[in-house]
């Protein structure tokens, strides 16, 4: 089950800021008025109370007694232990709204009932606590810089199923949450750049790919050789590849390097005769959209798969910029390896 975490951090943010804001507006200033009220109601009750432990004192007389306000309430400091006993119980005889207890040398006195205490409602305490929180994700994963976590083969060998990788936002321009309008143009994807974005076929989910096509270009693919404007792509098989598994088969591959203009990355092709008949043609990329291919090149649902076989550039999420973390949930293990990769 896929969520659109940008539309529940959106949600999120907009109910706790209205939360808040129409506590702000519409309620907290009548709120405060009554805690004042009540302040003021226990400040003089503990006065009142004070005034009465003075007279008592007067008549017990039991000395010296230092009588004062304190945080828990009322403090009363004597000159002896003898003397605390003696107002004690004078105390829980005549003055029965108060609890008194012991405490170092003298008594803390406290109301029993200091009166109604009005408080924020739970559900406003939330919403003020939570919505700075909301609003500086949504707007880190807007704006700045977005997780992704990389879910099958097609990247192979630059990105393994497990790896979590950083999604530079703003490399393209800034779009705005969940209406992906973009609303600052800063660049446009290059030749040979590793994008995440939603495939036209699927809009829900998100892909990961390799820009191979700009707009205007002519691509074509034959027998593994990639052509761009009718130059061909220089390649050069530099070892042996990771096993693959292809139609449920594990299938043995080769490591090429291909120079893409201006960009040199490295491909694995299945050691296999001849590859999928599909995946052969000629395109040529229109105003606007961009042609995907997966690194992984006999196991990639690319544009040279894809019904209408071009990216437009509204779909782009961001452009792949890190791993910070390798989690292989069917081993349970965690590759610490892979972190700090830089995706090229």
Known sequence: MRYD??????????????????????????????????????DAAHEAAITRIRALVTKERLGEVEIGRNEAGIGIGLPAAADGERLRAALA?????????????????????????????????????????????LLLRSFVAEPYRIP????????????????????????????????????????????????????????????VGLPGDVIAYDNYQLTVNGQPVPREEIGVGPTIHLMGSPTPTRLVREDLPGRSHTILEADIAGSDPRASGSWTVPAGHYFMMGDDRDNSEDSRFWPTHFLPEANIVGKAELVWLNLDFAAKKMDTSRIGTIIR
Do not use: C
Request: aromatic content about 8%.
């Open 93 to 137: 005889r005549e003055m029965s709204e108060l609890d008194v207890q012991a405490e170092g040398d003298g008594l803390q006195a406290n109301l029993r009932d200091p009166g109604a205490v009005t408080r924020e409602p739970v559900v406003v305490e939330y919403a003020r606590s939570f919505f700075p929180v909301i609003l500086v994700i």
């Open 152 to 211: 099958s083969e097609s990247m192979m060998p630059n990105l393994l199923i497990g790896d979590f990788i950083l999604v530079n936002k703003y490399a393209y321009g800034l779009r705005l949450p969940v209406l992906d309008t973009k609303i600052v143009k800063v660049g446009e994807p290059q030749r040979g750049d590793v994008i995440v974005f939603h495939p036209p076929m699927a809009p829900d989910q998100v892909w990961i790919k390799r820009v």
């Open 5 to 42: 975490f940008a539309l529940l951090f959106t949600a999120l943010t907009a109910l706790t800021g209205a939360i808040w804001l129409l506590d702000a507006l519409a309620f907290a200033p009548a709120r405060r008025r009554r805690q004042a009220e009540e302040r003021a109601a226990v």
